[in-house]
């Protein structure tokens, strides 16, 4: 599983920097996480990215409840750009997740 967060740095990028260094550090202590890294847009560098790997939804779910992450990370998780962020990764022939609704 992927998750993929974007975020503006606007005025202070090497405070945003910290505070997604400081979260990735925080998830990759987490049971399931495979690993990750911090981007910024060659482009756009005020566009900056923080993409983690899990083993599965069920792992990034559970890290995002520890305690740390609640008081550490979901704050600046939050700023993320408004847009899904999760994926399943695709293999050749492999059968794929139904977008059919989660809840009855």
Do not use: C
């Amino acid at each position: 599983m992927l998750v993929v967060n974007r975020f503006r740095a606007g005025a202070d990028p090497a405070g945003l920097q910290a505070d997604l260094e400081r979260v990735h550090a925080l998830l990759a202590e987490q049971r399931g996480y495979v690993d990750g890294w911090l981007g910024r847009n060659v482009d756009d560098p005020d566009l900056w990215v923080l993409t983690t790997r899990w083993e599965h939804v069920g792992a990034y779910r559970r890290a995002l409840s520890s305690y740390d992450l609640k008081l550490h990370g979901v704050p600046v998780l939050s700023r993320a750009i408004d847009e899904p962020g999760a994926y399943e990764v695709v293999e050749p022939g492999g059968v794929l997740n139904v977008a059919d609704a989660r809840v009855t």
